[in-house]
């Protein structure tokens, strides 16, 4: 199983970006997809789970209002838009697939992509 992000950079504050994680070697509609962030010195944090076309619930508060979520099931893709972005905002951002018909169920992680909101 491979899960690959992709669209991190250097951004101005005020601009956006937009995320992408493909994955591959597993059965895509059986994860529950999820981004997570981790700030230099910070615990890693739940930004999103993916619900179809939105980003479902927004775990973290200076988020709200400035992300769009998506899952691509054909593509097996799922995508992270950030607007208005914060020099705060800058973190790895990672992708985590969960399955989703097991308590238990396999979690898999990407390699994460840096964010860095800069002047």
């Known amino acids: 199983v491979q899960l690959v992000e992709s669209g991190g950079g250097l951004v101005q504050p005020g601009g956006s970006l937009r995320l992408s994680c493909v994955a591959s070697?597993?059965?895509?509609?059986?994860?529950?997809m999820s981004w997570y962030r981790q700030a230099p010195g910070k615990e890693r944090e739940l930004v999103a789970t993916i619900d179809g076309i939105s980003c479902g619930i927004i775990y973290v508060d200076s988020l709200k209002g400035r992300l769009t979520c998506w899952r691509d099931d054909v593509e097996s893709k799922v995508y992270l838009q950030m607007s208005s972005l914060k020099p705060q905002d800058t973190a790895v951002y990672y992708c985590h697939a969960r399955y989703r018909w097991a308590v238990r169920g396999a979690v898999y992680w990407g390699q994460g992509t840096q964010v860095t909101i800069s002047p």
């Open positions: 070697g597993l059965t895509f509609t059986d994860y529950q």
